[in-house]
């Protein structure tokens, strides 16, 4: 990719957390910066070339209106990599939550009633992967510091980012932390992917799922513990529901009918 890779930061639907992420990268920042040619920020910068080819684009938010998709189809033409930065591009997070379910129509008309949009048509929240070709993903809610550094890291150096194939439950266990399951508590420690550092569950709060499912578990085993403990089908759905949209939740449905 040259001496030094051409970056553009862009957002979508989403709170901008995660590119306020890599600003919070305080003391490394001024080296980020320096390492590469960053041609669009808008969080960050006042000087942008939208239309400039990059060598990596981090995308974040998902896509909810016709006008963002054409922004991102021209953002995926122009780069040479493309990175889901984020879950809500990764998956579709909070917005995507009620994804697939049928009733985005009746949800828009109660808030917004008969009105008429003409800057933008809006659509049901999706992830990135559902419109164009995505390389490679930060995953998070929002990528914490380390995790950050890591994949920018990776990305200047011309390789993707890569991530543990060990759930949440191991961090937690090198953290010594107590186990929420056995305090009657719905955590998804055992079925998420790892890498956060336990965040959630080391302040007490039961895991949320927001990295995604992992791939290489004993599902079943999970999910029979998770029953077991007298958590419903519909409940472990919701709570999947709640940060990992609809593509991590159909795999969830189909793990429970092999329960």
């Known amino acids: 990719m040259g001496d030094k ?3 553009g930061v862009y957002g979508f639907t989403g709170c901008a957390g995660c590119q306020l992420a890599i600003i919070d990268c305080e003391d490394q920042l001024a080296d980020i910066f320096a390492a590469a040619d960053i041609k669009v920020f808008y969080e960050a910068s006042s000087s942008n070339d939208y239309d400039a080819e990059v060598d990596v684009a981090l ?9 963002q998709l054409e922004e991102l189809n021209y953002i ?13 591009a990764h ?9 697939g379910d049928g009733n985005w129509e009746e949800r828009w008309r109660k808030v917004y009633g008969d009105i008429k949009m003409e800057v933008a048509q ?3 929240a999706q992830p990135l992967h559902k419109f164009v070709k995505v390389d490679g993903w930060i995953p998070g809610c929002a990528p914490n510091t380390t995790q950050m550094l890591r994949a920018i890291t990776s990305l200047l150096n011309g390789h993707l980012p890569t991530y543990t194939n060990s759930p949440v439950c191991l961090e937690c266990k090198f953290k010594e932390n107590d186990c929420l399951l056995t305090k009657g ?7 998420t992917m790892g890498g956060c550092g336990a965040a959630c569950p080391s302040h007490n709060t039961p895991c949320i799922g ?4 992992i791939e290489e578990a004993n599902h079943q085993a999970e999910l029979k513990k998770l029953i077991k403990e007298g958590f419903t089908e519909e409940e472990i759905i919701r709570r999947f529901r709640l ?11 189909k793990l429970l009918e092999e329960v």
């Open 5 to 7: 890779p051409r970056i």
């Open 59 to 67: 995308v974040e938010g998902s896509i909810n209106t016709d006008k």
């Open 76 to 88: 995926r033409r122009k780069a040479k990599i493309l990175i889901a930065f984020g879950s809500c």
């Open 91 to 99: 998956h579709g997070c909070v917005q995507g939550m009620a994804l």
């Open 122 to 124: 809006p659509m049901e």
């Open 185 to 191: 508590q719905l955590c998804l420690g055992p079925l």
């Open 210 to 213: 927001c990295w995604g499912v």
């Open 243 to 253: 940060f990992a949209g609809s593509d991590y939740v159909d795999k969830v449905k």
